[in-house]
């Protein structure tokens, strides 16, 4: 069974553009959640996604917004970049939404913003 | 919301040696508790977990206690090795399935 991808790998961008990361869970996997991760700073919740639906959301500004596909496909935008966006973006996907259910992480999204 | 402390922020042990991970969080309505490990470069991975209605867990070399009346977890390695260097998180997860980490832990393995 393949793991959770994201696409693209690496992403360098200047301040003020807009960015969109894509996530593929693992076949049967109905939720997507999102992380930030910066040095230091641990993984910070972005939001989550299940079917189709966002479920959760953490404490980041609207710049961040999400969307998920009926194929539980899921994608994250940022718009108008911050140099204090760049981080590595992680996605993980879970059989189904809600207490105790194990995430398996891909292996993320380097953005930098320049 | 819920907010999970982590310490210490490195450790560092010779090989063979025990190496503790604390954490405490602040919601009692918190029933999950995983521990994933990032090596350099690589995604995080769930090494073990506990749910609120058991007190400890083993795995072989690991092992995770929770005291929810204290509102703290610990992981314990023993018998220490090389490949055990990584970044370790905690996490505790409410009601809703969020999770939400520590601030990681860098433990590094000399021989």
Redesign the interface.
């Known amino acids: 069974k393949a793991g959770?991808t994201q696409t693209p790998r690496y992403l360098i961008k200047t301040r003020g553009q807009q960015v969109t990361l894509s996530c593929s869970p693992i076949s049967g996997h109905r939720?997507v959640?999102w992380?930030q991760q910066t040095p230091?700073?641990?993984?910070?919740?972005l939001f989550?996604y299940f079917s189709e639906t966002q479920?959760?959301k953490g404490?980041f500004p609207g710049r961040f917004s999400g969307r998920q596909f009926s194929n539980s496909r899921s994608e994250m935008n940022v718009s108008t970049l911050e140099l204090g966006d760049s981080a590595l973006y992680?996605c993980a996907s879970?059989l189904q939404?809600?207490?105790?259910?194990?995430?398996?992480?891909?292996?993320?999204t380097q953005l930098s913003v320049l | 919301?819920e907010n999970v402390e982590?310490h210490p922020?490195t450790l560092s042990v010779q090989e063979g040696d025990s190496a503790v991970i604390k954490c405490t969080y602040s919601d009692s309505a918190s029933?999950?508790f995983?521990w994933?490990k990032q090596e350099l470069g690589?995604?995080?991975?769930?090494i073990i977990?506990i749910?609120s209605n058991v007190g400890e867990k083993k795995d072989q070399r690991i092992a995770v206690t929770l005291n929810k009346t204290a509102k703290h977890f610990s992981l314990h390695i023993t018998e220490t090795q090389p490949e055990d260097s990584a970044v370790y998180?905690c996490a505790a997860?409410?009601?809703?399935?969020?999770?939400?980490?520590?601030?990681?832990t860098q433990v590094v393995v000399t021989p």
Request: no cysteine; net charge positive; hydrophobic share 25%.
């Open positions: 959770v939720s959640s992380y230091g700073q641990g993984l910070q919740f989550e479920r959760n404490n992680l879970s939404s809600g207490e105790g259910e194990k995430l398996f992480f891909g292996s993320g | 919301g982590q922020s029933n999950y995983p994933y690589k995604r995080p991975q769930l977990d749910r998180f997860g409410d009601s809703w399935g969020k999770l939400q980490f520590g601030a990681g």
